[in-house]
Nanobody
Framework: QVRLVESGGGLVQAGDSLSVSCAAS????????MAWFRQAPGKEREFVAR????????YYADSVKGRFTISRDNVKNTVYLQMNSLKPEDTAIYYC?????????????????????WGQGTQVTVSS
């Protein structure tokens, strides 16, 4: 059983940068694929980014490609999401997710149903 705890959210202005983190415990972190999803008020949870267990492969939603970077530290059992050039439409609760399921391709990686473990979320608010 993996426990995920997000941190680092906050209130920033448009154009600013912010990094959120997700600390994992209770499992072998290096065997899990990790992802970030987000959910804005009144909207469905949407995929943001995913990183393979080794960190060699990443996927990004088109809406964040070139602005966000997902990374991981398998010694610290932590996955990060560096967010640059933030926009008001990036405002959401950001959730960390983990899975050991095999998955190939963007469509699978971005599927909510692939992930077995979820954190409680951290709020990111971008003011205009």
């Amino acid at each position: 059983q993996v426990r995920l705890v997000e941190s680092g959210g906050g209130l920033v202005q448009a154009g600013d940068s912010l990094s959120v983190s997700c600390a994992a415990s209770g499992g072998t972190f290096g065997t899990y694929k990790m992802a970030w999803f987000r959910q804005a008020p009144g909207k469905e949870r949407e995929f943001v980014a995913r990183i393979s267990s080794s960190g060699a492969t990443t996927y990004y939603a088109d809406s964040v490609k070139g602005r966000f970077t997902i990374s991981r530290d398998n010694v610290k059992n932590t996955v990060y999401l560096q967010m640059n050039s933030l926009k008001p439409e990036d405002t959401a609760i950001y959730y960390c997710a983990a899975t050991r399921n095999y998955c190939s391709g963007y469509g699978c990686a971005a599927s909510f149903h692939q992930y077995n473990y979820w954190g409680q979320g951290t709020q990111v608010t971008v003011s205009s």
